[in-house]
Nanobody
Framework: QVQLVESGGGLVQPGGSLRLSCAAS????????VGWFRQAPGKEREGVSA????????YYADFLKGRFTVSGDSAKNTVYLQMNNLEPEDTAVYYC????????????????????WGQGTQVTVSS
């Protein structure tokens, strides 16, 4: 049984940082693409970032402006999302998801690409 567990969310002031983790069991992340998504109240879920362990490819939504970094640890079967210079607009529930690898990262920032999802972790950016 595949299980994805996100952690690391919380309340942070604008300009602060958080590191989210996505720990997997029942699936070997290096064989897949792993994406990060977020959903704010009243808004649709949107792709934030993704990583392909096999070629080290990383992918980011344009609106991030270089503030987030995705990485993975094969030994721990875990993917991370380092979020810096957080803004109130980053407030959302953040989810990780696992799906098939594709050439050139096609589909990685779109939720239909993914087969397995975690339960999400809340990130709140507020002063």
């Amino acid at each position: 049984q595949v299980q994805l567990v996100e952690s690391g969310g919380g309340l942070v002031q604008p300009g602060g940082s958080l590191r989210l983790s996505c720990a997997a069991s029942g699936i070997t992340l290096p064989y897949y693409a792993v994406g990060w998504f977020r959903q704010a109240p009243g808004k649709e879920r949107e792709g934030v970032s993704a990583i392909n362990f096999s070629d080290g490819g990383t992918y980011y939504a344009d609106f991030l402006k270089g503030r987030f970094t995705v990485s993975g640890d094969s030994a721990k079967n875990t993917v991370y999302l380092q979020m810096n210079n957080l803004e109130p607009e980053d407030t959302a529930v953040y989810y990780c998801a696992v799906g098939p690898r594709t050439d050139y990262g096609k589909g990685y920032l779109f939720s239909p690409h993914y087969d397995y999802w975690g339960q999400g972790t809340q990130v709140t950016v507020s002063s």
